[in-house]
């Protein structure tokens, strides 16, 4: 007798744990044992889902990144769900301890601050811990930085790429930019990803004058900052005009989700590195100086160092070859 044929979607070699019995869609249903991954408002607590409450409220015990963050966003719901810490300090151990819980018989929700936990939050090795435990992990989706960003950014959305927080230290950062540059210009793709970072808001100007100096003053981006709140904003444009908006506010503030279009690859931006060269070789026929105080002048112009201009220049150099 033949095999039974496979549902679309299902083949037959992959791996499977077992699953709960109910996945928690109605106030009525109970919820069965497993790890719940529960996705929380990141500004307006009206984007929480009807599931994601009915979850808080019936689950064993909620693990959170900061009990006492969301402590606030359980009192405003009256949710009296009993809650353990679950942070990037102890999340390994507190695993063990979890995994244990729920083999007994409970049901556990994991939180993060805001968002979904694991993206760029804690909850990644304990959802590694019940797999191989063997628990059932049911995500609960919700809000989300990177993708609320990306679709009102007017970037390209078909393929993207969210890559976290960049180093903090600078030259760490421009390191990893120059990576990215380097991937991006050796890809055979002609689709361009774009891609979605995280940023604190006291490092978002040095982070866009990093990108300026990698990528040059025309590369486009967009600035989403306090996504879903009372003064959520998008900045658009290139490089230097966000920074330039920037720099003149005497503070920024805010969750930031910074979202970069890369250049064309090389061979498609030849013109565009061609005017920069046609620049210095104007200003030195003009001017009658070298190309030494040629870029001194541009430099200025531009509001960057000479050594940043300088590398910008022969990368470019590089390319045309």
């Known amino acids: 007798m033949p095999d039974p044929p496979q549902s679309e979607g299902t083949p037959s070699n992959i791996e499977r744990a077992p699953g709960p019995s109910h996945l928690g869609t109605g106030e009525s249903t109970p919820l069965a044992p497993g790890l719940y991954l529960v996705a929380t408002p990141i500004g307006n607590l009206s984007d929480i889902t009807?599931?994601?409450?009915?979850?808080?409220?019936?689950?064993?015990?909620?693990?959170?990144?900061?009990?006492?963050?969301?402590?606030?966003?359980?009192?405003?719901?009256q949710i009296d769900a009993p809650t353990i810490s679950c942070h990037e300090h102890n999340e390994l151990s507190r695993a063990a301890e979890l995994v244990q819980e729920i083999k007994r018989g409970s049901a556990i929700a994991v939180?993060?601050?805001?968002?979904?936990?694991?993206?760029?939050?804690?909850?990644?090795?304990?959802?590694?811990a019940a797999i191989a435990a063997g628990i059932p992990v049911i995500p609960i989706p919700g809000a989300n930085a990177a993708l609320s960003a990306l679709v009102a950014s007017g970037l390209p959305a078909a393929e993207f790429a969210f890559l976290g927080f960049l180093p903090e230290k600078s030259g760490a950062r421009r390191t990893r930019l120059e990576q990215l540059a380097a991937a991006v210009d050796g890809s055979d793709s002609e689709t361009r990803h774009t891609l979605i970072f995280y940023e604190a808001p006291h490092r978002i100007r040095e982070t866009l004058a990093d990108l300026e100096s990698v990528w040059g003053s025309e590369l486009r981006i967009v600035v989403a900052r306090e996504l879903t709140k009372l003064h959520e904003e998008f900045l658009r444009g290139t490089v230097a005009e966000v920074r330039r908006e920037l720099e003149a506010r005497?503070?920024?503030?805010?969750?930031?989700?910074?979202?970069?279009?890369?250049?064309?690859?090389?061979?498609?931006?030849?013109s565009a590195t061609e005017k920069l060269t046609d620049r210095l070789a104007r200003l030195q026929s003009e001017a009658g100086i070298d190309e030494k105080e040629a870029l001194k002048r541009l430099a200025r112009e531009s509001g960057q160092s000479k050594s940043d201009?300088?590398?910008e220049l022969q990368r470019q150099r590089h390319r045309l070859k």
């Open 50 to 77: 009807l599931r994601a409450l009915h979850v808080l409220r019936s689950v064993d015990r909620i693990a959170c990144e900061d009990t006492r963050q969301t402590q606030k966003l359980l009192n405003h719901f």
């Open 250 to 270: 005497d503070r920024v503030r805010g969750e930031i989700t910074l979202l970069v279009e890369p250049p064309l690859k090389a061979s498609q931006t030849a």
């Open 309 to 311: 201009l300088y590398r």
């Open 111 to 128: 939180v993060s601050d805001a968002g979904m936990p694991g993206i760029s939050d804690p909850g990644s090795r304990l959802v590694e």
